[in-house]
């Protein structure tokens, strides 16, 4: 189909798409590569935990969100990449069997300064299951043309193969989150994009052309192959639980392990640089504050900024995080 352009769309539009079933191997399958706690992998398991039953990641719900939008509101067509996004609110548990389909409304439209023919639209996102709930909201703003515009030139770009990097062996004691210290860095460890991977994640879930072909994205403005924004996502929740399953076993063997609960959402998520095939990014993350929870006694909530630079040291992904954390042993 016609690339999309800035004329397609007008303040006030409400635009919608077919729903897609969430099964519950597609939960596991996706946790399992991303997202692998206990209460997205095994029933079971989940029964224990504070999620209480299995249910989908976060970041699973948003990149099937990412998948609808492509699908629905785009018409299978792509934009010309978003700088992130600014709010993201997990409402309700996706479970296995729910349908979701999309409601993504149209706020604002504005032209850019500084290239001619280039715009910005704004909009809010939200995901609905068939139980007439919201699951996700999310607001953000992506970049498009105006029709007949001349096309951005080509970034030069190397694309490589990932060299592969031993996976760190260093530990920490994880401590409660009432005992943790404000400003305490971790340093998550290295996550390579290949380009099978890059292609894999796409076709799930980000099926727009540069995230698909190498050839196609060489003609556009980004130069190369690179990785959805929300593959990026996913995989610093990759490196942050590989990270902290090494803590888990250090501190388990010299004390009690505080839980981790979900993430009601996040905020400020920038994808600053693409990641390209070949590229390996390095994650960590700094704890900016921390309170205790009203709600759930004996739990607290975690206010943390996570990063991701490139091998050659340039910043390429942030974002401020909030989630659920055990507060202090129990009594």
Known sequence: MPDLALEDFSVGDVLTGEPVTVTRDAIVTFAKAFDFQPFHTDEAAAGATFAGRLIASGWHTASLGMRLLQAGPFRGGSSLGAPGIDELRWLAPVLPGDSLCVRLTITSLRDSASKPGLGFVGTTLALENGRGETVMT???????????????????????APQPLPEPDDAEILPFLGQAEIGLTRQLGPYSFDAEAIVAFARAYDPQAFHLDDAAARRTHFGGLCASGWHTASAYMNRLLTTRARDRAFTAARGPVPEMGPSPGFSNMRWIRPVYAGDTIRFATRLTDKRASASRPGWGLAFARNTGVNQSDEPVFAFDSTVFMQWGPAA
């Open 138 to 160: 999310q607001r953000f703003t992506f970049m498009l043309a105006r029709r007949g515009t001349d096309p951005l030139p080509p970034r030069p770009v190397t694309i490589g």
